[in-house]
């Protein structure tokens, strides 16, 4: 082969279409390192919201709202109850009761919500109560199971339910084309959605559930999240497929995966990631489904309805613009939409 021959295959392969591939993936490469380091690397708490309960319940408030890089959100309690309910309605991650006629306290924590969180304000309690010559107890109100690690199944678990969503999603588009060509067939991928995502979600329930044990709670309630989850995240690459092509896999990558897995409140919860990822954190599936799937498991399933309702927005706005980009482009070639067919 002529080094003439070789540069013009060179040429031909290169393409600018496949140029900008290649920039686009280096550019996403980049972004998932700055995503996942800039979000982990420094986990620190910043106002937790946290319950004191204490004859002096002012005083110490006031005390613990002025500790240096604002580590808790303080608010006085009534009762111990109190507390203990607020925790598992998810308004707080934990709480200190103040024993006056002692010189040991009471620490509630949730380890279900993230071993991180409990570790992190054990610590910071213990070092507190030390230099006022008093010592803590700490009592898990909502423990994470001991097939648990770290409380980070419930995380893993969401994770693997958006793979499974943007990975089916992509492979229906790449398989005939990456833009839908008409309604029909974009209702087609719909349906094919629905049913993986059915599926997929009882499978990942299953696992995590019944043949691991790693996770307490529902089953069902478990398989209805991870179905929603996976259908979201799927409905949302088609939709993103729909409108910009084969681009829009990596733009579900950017979102999903760069953006949202580092900001779920996995490895470290929401109030001990930095400002900008704790904010978009709840809005991406990611988070809101490790949210719901930690509600569900260790809280009762309390406060899920804010992620609930995030999830299904993904979901319908997905359906939405889908359906839109293909009837659009039907248009634009010419297609009968099938209203006009006779």
Not at 248 to 272: E, K, Q, T
Not at 288 to 296: E, H, M, Y
Not at 326 to 332: F, P, Y
């Amino acid at each position: 082969m002529t080094q003439t021959t070789f540069l013009g295959e060179v040429k031909d392969a290169v393409t600018p279409r496949a140029t900008l591939l290649v920039v686009g993936v280096i550019a996403l490469q980049l972004l998932f390192i700055a995503s996942y380091v800039g979000a982990l690397h420094d986990p620190k708490p910043k106002d937790v919201p946290f319950g004191v309960v204490s004859p002096q319940a002012r005083q110490v408030v006031t005390r613990l709202d002025r500790l240096a890089g604002s580590p808790l959100d303080p608010r006085a309690l009534p009762d111990e109850r109190t507390a203990r309910e607020q925790i598992l309605n998810r308004d707080i991650d934990g709480a200190l009761v103040v024993h006056p006629s002692g010189t040991t306290d009471t620490l509630l924590v949730a380890s279900g919500g993230g071993t991180v969180m409990a570790t992190a304000l054990e610590n910071l309690m213990t070092a507190l109560e030390r230099t006022e010559q008093r010592t803590v107890r700490t009592v898990d109100v909502a423990p994470a199971s001991d097939q648990d690690f770290d409380g980070l199944s419930s995380f893993y678990l969401v994770v693997g339910w958006c793979v499974g969503g943007y990975l089916c999603a992509s492979i229906l588009a790449i398989s005939t084309g990456a833009r839908p060509a008409n309604p029909r067939r974009a209702t087609i991928r719909l349906l094919v959605m629905a049913l993986v995502s059915v599926v997929g979600g009882l499978g990942g329930a299953i696992i995590v559930g019944p043949v691991l044990d790693a996770l307490p709670g529902s089953t069902v309630a478990l398989w209805g999240l991870g179905a929603l989850i996976t259908f979201a995240v799927g409905a949302a690459t088609l939709a993103l497929q729909g409108l910009f092509g084969i681009i829009g896999i990596g733009l579900a990558i950017l979102l999903v995966v760069i953006a949202g897995n580092p900001s779920a409140g996995g490895a470290f919860p929401l109030p001990m990631l930095p400002p900008f990822w704790k904010a978009i954190g709840p809005a991406l599936p990611p988070g809101a489904g490790t949210w719901a799937a930690r509600s569900i498991a260790y809280f009762r399933g309390n406060d899920t309805t804010a992620s609930l309702l995030v999830l299904s927005a993904w979901a319908l706005a997905g359906i939405a613009i889908t359906m839109l980009a293909a009837t659009l482009r039907a248009h634009r070639n010419g297609t009968p939409l099938p209203t006009q067919r006779r």
